[in-house]
Structure formats: C-alpha cells, structure tokens
C-alpha cells in the first residue's frame, strides 16, 4: 500500500484572535451609539419679538462692536486683535448701551462669548445688527 506522507502539523503557541477582535469591535461600536456625549450650551435669554421693549439709550449713547471673521474685534474706532484684549479695555467697562456688528463668516462660539459675557456685566440693552438675505 502506497502512504502519503503527513503534513507535519504546525502548532502555534499563540490562539486565533479573530472572534476575540471581531467581539471587541461590536463592543466598541455599542460604546460609541449609546454614549451621551453633554452638549455644551450657553444659557440666553431671548426677548419675544413682541415682548421686547425698545432700547433705553438713543442713538447718540450707544457704542457699536463689531466682530470680523478673522475673529478681530472694532468698539468705536479702536481695533483689538482678539477677545481678551477686548475684554480689558476700559471703554468696554463703562458700555451701557451696544450695537454688534458680526460678519457672517465670523466664529460663533466669539459672539456667545460675547453674549455671556455682558450677561455676566448685567448689560442687557444690546442690538444685533444685521444685514438682510440679498445685500
């Protein structure tokens, strides 16, 4: 009778680590679809549009600020580079009355900052300005 001769058998010392992949990637695919991740939110209060009261201060008391879309900042004539150099100015302490100016392509999270932070001040006789869909 004629024998083939056997493949020698290979053992391995290490364990075939396909199923325990594949159940770490469905585990790890749960983790990120059930995860609440918090949503980071500033508080603000929006007046009604017919709740809202006209501006106390008329047009010669206001200051207007506006904010650039390289994130610069302009209050009256002087220009600051960014918002914590805004921040300490001194003609920033003594607002009362404010217009804001943003560039449509200006950063959000600056104008929030901005809001919080006059909400902090207790300045609330604030106007946006805005310009209308087809300037």
Do not use: C, H, K, N
């Amino acid at each position: 009778m004629i024998r083939l001769p056997e493949p020698p058998a290979q053992s391995s010392l290490l364990a075939d680590l396909t199923p325990l992949l594949d159940v770490i990637f469905i585990v790890l695919v749960f983790f990120l679809l059930t995860a609440q991740t918090p949503l980071l939110q500033v508080p603000l209060q929006l007046p009604d549009s017919q709740d809202a009261s006209p501006a106390a201060a008329d047009s010669a008391q206001r200051q207007q600020l506006a904010l650039f879309a390289d994130g610069a900042w302009q209050l009256a004539e002087q220009r600051y580079p960014d918002w914590p150099s805004l921040r300490e100015a001194s003609a920033l302490q003594t607002l009362e009355a404010l217009d804001i100016a943003v560039e449509r392509s200006a950063m959000a999270d600056d104008l929030l900052r901005l809001l919080a932070w006059l909400s902090a001040q207790g300045i609330t006789d604030t106007r946006l300005l805005m310009e209308s869909a087809d300037e």
